[in-house]
DNA sequence: AGCCTTATTGAAACGCGTCTTAATTTAACT
DNA sequence: AGTTAAATTAAGACGCGTTTCAATAAGGCT
């Protein structure tokens, strides 16, 4: 180990910990990577030269975010195929808590031009529900000829898109909860051994009443859309870096 | 109408056609609004005054791509549920005789802060499976309990989900076309009467066997990811604009 | 202790998307 | 035709993520 590779473990830490506190800090939509080093109060080139890149430090933070999930998510114990909608309420409950931070976090992750960052947010998660489906197959809830791999990265990859689609606003926290589990339930229903599937249809079904018109978000979007010529010369430029820097001494 | 708007309207043309061109041209990731300005023979500033961002612009392009699409869906007549998989067909076909083009695009909208945008590249594929949907519902191949314009979204999200992993590099095409049948075959299955039911899941599973170990996959991503470091110093300053101008003339 | 290697710094630079501004061109109207 | 309103231009600027590079600091080693 050694003292050098103990300070780059420490500045490390100091990096991640100013970027989740950058993160969490309302009112404000950047965090650059200057902001970032000048919070931390180390150079500019230092997170580079630690991380290589910005998502790779928001990924970072992300990691340490792991823990709070898991051990959420086993808090309270859950019976039978509801740990996969338990899940959805855990993750719900957590961005709902600090939207912001898990906003930007998804959103650095979604915009990862290198692809081994996005893993960082899937991949813990993806081992999570496999073993869950894992278990569902043992205990013969899922006809046991589905792949679990296979199929808890569907589940798993609907999740991340519904969380993707709130993070960049275009649903609110219930419709990523109810789409969510919509989704989950359809999955698990198809997947699901004769005993259990007429329950899960009929939570299917309460997940779908619960949406929200599709045909009206599509009207917004539309509308939205068909404004084609640059119609936003309100000049936004309200960003203030100073006021975040001061804030968090 | 009236002369200021048609040259409005040839301008947006002539913009939209130069990005086309821009984005089809291989060996140069970079698509940058100076280059295509410079391409388009006009100022920098007018795309902006025309389109607003560069992902309307991009969001522009993909839209009178949209046509393409369609006429090769309808090209050849497709019966009973086979046409939803018939429509992930058609875009692997459409993607893999353009690549670069469609990650681009599958890319810029993405990254589209802007939420209308995103729409333009869904919102047609949403109201054609959704007409899709319905149709299976009078068919009486979909319960009549399922709201088409629900399941139609969850369908097309799940595809747009792949879609966009294969534009990230994550996986080939292959792939996309599998696990978007795999995940469609699943939600299908669980919205299907029962008379159809039986013949999905068999779909299913054979989507499943062609699909790639999960894990293996995982794993590689996860060995990616450990290289936590800047290992990348490898001086990725080839993007040469000029060849690409001089290519397009 | 002194030397050597490695990490960190500061500052500048690059290319990008985007916006601004003043000047110029172009269409519309009287 | 001349005036007015609008679109377009060129040029520069901003903030961003990222990289480079010489100078400096700090740990490792003998």
Redesign the interface.
Known sequence: MGKRQDNRDEKRKLIVDSARRLMQARATSDFSMRTLADVAGVSSATP??????KQ?VI??VMDTDFDNFTSALSAKPVIGLDIFFHMVDITVELFAANPGYYKKGALAI???SD??????FG?PR??LL?DFVRDAIQRGDINH???A??F???LG??F???IQ?WA???IKLDDLSN?AK??M???L???ATADVRDA??VQ??NF?DA?P???AM?AI??T??M??????KTTTNLSNNNSVKEALG
């Open positions: 580079y030269s630690l991380f290589g890149s790779a990924a970072a979604q915009a990862a692809k081994a960052l996005a893993s960082h991949l993806h081992g496999r000829r589905i792949n791999d296979s808890a990265l569907t990859h609907q991340y898109g519904w689609a960049n606003g275009d789409r919509y989704g339930s359809m999955a229903a198809a997947a899960l249809m299917l079904l779908q949406l018109e599709a045909g599509a979007q539309t939205a859309a404004t084609t010529s640059a119609n936003k």
